[in-house]
């Protein structure tokens, strides 16, 4: 089943210059990892430092499988730019609504 996960950023106004350049390099690794069908990034028209990326994966196993390899191998230093601990929600559709 399709998961569709928001991930809801809030960067350090000093960082929001440099976080377009390290948003475009980490995403274009998270659109290629397998199961990837789509990121969008949703930027608060009040507040240019609130940031959210909404994914969407084929499945909760690809998703979990993307979260490892970033907890690893894909690790970046995304971290640096945020004013606190990004919050992750995960949400399937719900077909009998």
Not at 49 to 57: A, F, P, Q, S, Y
Not at 72 to 97: M, N
Request: overall charge negative; aromatic content about 6%.
């Amino acid at each position: 089943m399709t998961l569709t996960v928001l991930l809801d950023l809030r960067l350090k106004p000093e960082s929001a210059a440099a976080a377009p350049a390290m948003l475009r390099e980490i995403l274009a690794q998270t659109r290629a990892f397998d199961g990837c069908q789509g990121v969008d990034v949703l930027v608060d028209t009040a507040n240019a430092t609130h940031v959210i990326l909404l994914e969407r994966w084929a499945s909760a196993e690809a998703d979990a499988a993307y979260r490892q390899w970033r907890a690893g191998a894909g690790a970046t230093e995304l971290g640096s730019l945020l004013a606190s601990a990004p919050q992750l929600s995960q949400f399937e559709t719900a077909s009998d609504i």
